[in-house]
């Protein structure tokens, strides 16, 4: 597994909100947020930014729908948080998603928008498997917030970070 070291002060996973039904034909990166989406994103958003959650850098996939998700952050924050949108995250594995993380070393806290199941096998990777089933015992939701901090003395069931919370509508 990649090592977080040394780790971003703050990390956030936030999985795209809900996205609109394949059409018959279409690609499925393409796919849009539905109206629920759009309304959960912009919800998320702002719980976030009302918590006091403001990361520096915000990484995004390049499918449609979390592009939407992660404009919706974009609105609810100040106009010189840093985005990115990196193609790597729409058919990446949970090591690519890891490995972003772990580049960062220049910020105090980072973003990725995801998709599943790749944000939820990330979230288990950097907190453990029993923490993520007692925190999310029905997996990781649409527009699902996963805020993490890391650990000082980091036990044998963590990998050196604690959920600190998880936000939702």
């Not at 936030?14 to 690609?27: D, F, I, P």
């Not at 105090?108 to 907190?127: D, F, K, R, W, Y």
């Not at 453990?128 to 029905?138: E, T, V």
């Amino acid at each position: 597994m990649t090592s977080i070291s040394p780790p971003p002060f703050r990390i956030y996973l936030l999985r795209h909100a809900e996205a609109a039904a394949a059409q018959s034909g279409g690609r499925d990166f393409d796919r849009p947020l539905n109206d629920n989406g759009f309304a959960a994103a912009e919800i998320v958003a702002d719980q976030a930014v009302d918590k006091g959650y403001r990361p520096e850098l915000v990484i995004s996939s390049t499918a449609a729908r979390c592009r939407q998700t992660a404009e919706a952050v974009r609105r609810s924050l100040d106009p010189s948080v840093e985005f990115r949108f990196v193609d790597s995250l729409y058919n990446g594995t949970r090591e690519t998603y890891l490995a972003l993380l772990a580049a960062q070393t220049t910020v105090n806290s980072v973003m990725l928008v995801g998709h599943n199941p790749n944000i939820l096998q990330t979230l288990e990777a950097l907190i453990g498997h029993d923490a993520l089933a007692k925190a999310l015992p029905k997996g990781f939701p649409t527009a699902g917030l996963a805020v993490l901090e890391p650990i000082e003395d980091a036990g044998a069931a963590s990998n050196g970070w604690l959920l600190a919370d998880f936000v939702s509508e």
